[in-house]
């Protein structure tokens, strides 16, 4: 049995060296994973910290909006009051125009009434020009009339004391 011995031992360290080879190559392949397992969760930490950073971006941009959103709201109902207001105004100016028609229509008439009579006293003002006219020749006719008698009268003076002195 003595030669056996060696076999078996020799049989024993390749079958050890076969298992130490096979756990080498099982370990280096857990370590490879071990390695890509940490690189992957330092790259979901690195994803994790971008995508908090992200989350709290998109929360201060959403409260930023919400205040912009409520602003508007409240921007909305006083453009809503005041376009109540503006409306009403709108039906208090038209119901005044409305009232201004017939106003309007009492003006015209009014005014075609006062240029009729315009023209009236128009030919009022001619007629009187025209009598004016007449009265200044009458005027002067009778003026020259009366220098007339006058030189005559001053003739006949100077006549009839001519006479009487003779």
């Known amino acids: ?15 050890l060296s076969v298992f130490c080879a096979s756990q080498w190559v099982r ?26 950073r992200l989350g709290e971006t998109y929360a201060a941009e959403i409260r930023r909006l919400d205040g912009r959103v409520g602003e508007l709201k409240r921007t909305e109902e006083a453009v809503r009051k005041e376009l109540s207001v503006a409306a009403a105004a709108l039906a208090s100016a038209r119901q005044a125009a409305a009232e201004l028609a017939p106003l309007r ?40 009339v009366v220098r007339l008698l006058n030189e005559r009268t001053e003739l006949l003076n100077k006549l009839g004391a001519e006479r009487a002195g003779k």
């Open 1 to 15: 049995m003595s030669s056996r011995w060696p076999l078996v031992l020799a049989t024993l360290c390749v079958a």
């Open 105 to 144: 229509a009492a003006v015209a008439r009014q005014n075609e009434s006062l240029r009729r009579q315009n023209a009236v006293v128009a030919k009022q003002n001619d007629a009187i020009r025209a009598q004016n006219e007449n009265l200044r020749k009458l005027v002067e006719e009778r003026d020259a």
């Open 27 to 52: 370990e280096s392949e857990l370590r490879a994973e071990l390695l890509s397992a940490r690189v992957a969760e330092r790259e979901l930490r690195e994803q994790s910290a971008e995508a908090r």
